[in-house]
């Protein structure tokens, strides 16, 4: 029996950002991450790790810098023409972080959630509107909303607009950057519910990329660590939460406050000193190297390489403790 094509495969995908002087932003820095068709791979790590820029990067939205993407198998272009977007439209999407200001606050509800099909299906006027109503329907929304302009709305409603524009078209892959981050902590569940349950119902599959660590594990199969632009460690999300392998994820998932109020006054507070150094001089060894309550003389010379764990082939650590 064949072994299934992943949906999608990054191989050494690499986004710098020139600077003046020959310089350049180290922003994502030869990942390699495969992601298998109905999953969903949860990308954590702090404010300024590339995991946006790694997501812009994969669905084309960035032009690669270096290395490839494939698509079920085949390559996507280094730098995607109009061509390219209206193809890849139809397969994969982006919600966005900010539902304040990924909306065009010149447009109605309407036109910002069937501009896409209305580019692409050559629905008429009629059909496009009803479309538009049910998708409104399906996110939680009432379709007479489709008048109303982004500034009438909480921000728990917009990034439901968001997610109605990105899922009309009905996308195989869905790059989600930070989807809850800018919401109330009561709306938040409320939308990776949405999430779940049209995952579930269309066959999605999903990158999640998110700061809360507890939200992460609940809603992936998978969960990857980049720290610097480089991943640190991937494997199935409880094993990561529950037992992480890298001293970065240790520490990150240490800093995660815990859900009971009491039992966070209790325990004993982690946090991980210093800031992440600059992503423009990145010179040898570990990146983690500096601020590692491990780091050896090897880790400051040697750069780590992301390998299977002998004991869980499932897991891949990038640390000089494992390999």
């Given at each position: ?34 992601i298998h068709e109905r999953e969903i791979v949860g990308l954590v790590g702090e404010s300024g790790s590339g995991k946006t820029t790694f ?150 599959t999903l990158l999640f990329i998110a700061h809360d660590l507890s939200m992460v594990r609940y809603i992936s199969d998978r969960m990857a ?43 004993l507070s982690t946090t991980i000193t210093g800031e992440i150094p600059s992503p423009v001089d990145i010179g040898a060894g570990c990146r ?36």
């Amino acid at each position: 029996m064949s072994k299934a094509i992943p949906l999608v495969v990054s191989d050494k995908l690499t986004k710098f950002f020139p600077l003046p002087r020959g310089k350049k932003v180290h922003a994502v820095d030869g990942v390699d991450l495969t992601i298998h068709e109905r999953e969903i791979v949860g990308l954590v790590g702090e404010s300024g790790s590339g995991k946006t820029t790694f997501g812009k990067t994969l669905i084309g939205l960035l032009p690669k810098t270096d290395g490839t993407v494939k698509y079920r198998g085949k390559a996507l272009p280094q730098k995607y023409g109009p061509a390219d977007f209206k193809r890849q439209a139809k397969t994969m999407q982006m919600i966005f972080q900010d539902p304040y200001s990924s909306l065009n606050p010149r447009m109605t509800v309407e036109e910002i959630v069937g501009e896409g099909l209305k580019l692409y299906s050559g629905q008429s006027s009629s059909d496009l509107r009803d479309t538009v109503a049910s998708w409104l329907s399906r996110v939680g929304l009432e379709p007479d909303y489709m008048s109303r302009y982004p500034h009438e709305f909480s921000g728990g409603q917009r990034q439901r607009i968001g997610i109605a524009r990105a899922l009309i078209l009905e996308p195989e892959f869905v790059v989600c950057d930070e989807p809850i981050s800018a919401l109330d902590v009561s709306v938040q569940a409320q939308v990776v519910n949405l999430l779940e349950e049209l995952k579930q119902s269309m066959g999605l599959t999903l990158l999640f990329i998110a700061h809360d660590l507890s939200m992460v594990r609940y809603i992936s199969d998978r969960m990857a660590v980049m720290y610097l632009g480089a991943l640190a460690e991937i494997g199935p999300a409880h094993d990561v939460f529950f037992s992480p392998k890298h001293p970065y994820t240790e520490i990150l998932i240490a800093s995660n406050p815990e859900p009971d109020p009491e039992l966070e006054r209790k325990r004993l507070s982690t946090t991980i000193t210093g800031e992440i150094p600059s992503p423009v001089d990145i010179g040898a060894g570990c990146r983690f190297a500096g601020r590692c309550p491990h780091s050896m003389d090897r880790c400051r010379v040697e750069t780590p390489l992301l390998k299977p764990l002998a004991d869980q082939p499932d897991r891949y650590v990038a640390c000089h403790l494992y390999n």
